[in-house]
């Protein structure tokens, strides 16, 4: 069982930057795959980046057009999402995601952390 929880949400100008954190809870965080995602208001929850089990290997949206690094640090169980130049279209909840294995996708998911970009 994992449990994540992200942090680092907020309210930002068109243009800035925030870093969105997610921590997880057990010893064996290093054996899984790890995600963002997004759900806007009134929309499906959308796929944002992904990175594997060491951190050597990362996919991104073509939405997010070199604006975005996902990142982890399995000493710490964390897993990160730095955004750069944002744009109001990129608000959403942003939730963080765990799986055991690639192909089935994600078995655990957080709560989600609330990211808003004022125009």
């Known amino acids: 069982q994992v449990q994540l929880v992200e942090s680092g949400g907020g309210l930002v100008q068109t243009g800035g930057s925030l870093r969105l954190s997610c921590v997880a809870s057990?010893?064996?965080?290093?054996?899984?795959?790890m995600g963002w995602f997004r759900q806007a208001p009134g929309k499906e929850r959308e796929f944002v980046a992904r990175?594997?089990?060491?951190?050597?290997?990362?996919y991104y949206a073509d939405f997010v057009q070199g604006r975005f690094t996902i990142s982890r640090d399995n000493a710490k169980n964390m897993v990160y999402l730095q955004m750069n130049s944002l744009k109001p279209e990129d608000t959403a909840v942003y939730l963080c995601?765990?799986?055991?294995?690639?192909?089935?996708?994600?078995?655990?998911w957080g709560q989600g952390t609330q990211v808003t970009v004022s125009s």
């Open positions: 995601a765990a799986g055991s294995n690639p192909t089935i996708g994600y078995e655990y």
């Open positions: 057990g010893r064996t965080f290093s054996r899984y795959h």
């Open positions: 990175i594997n089990w060491s951190g050597g290997s990362t």
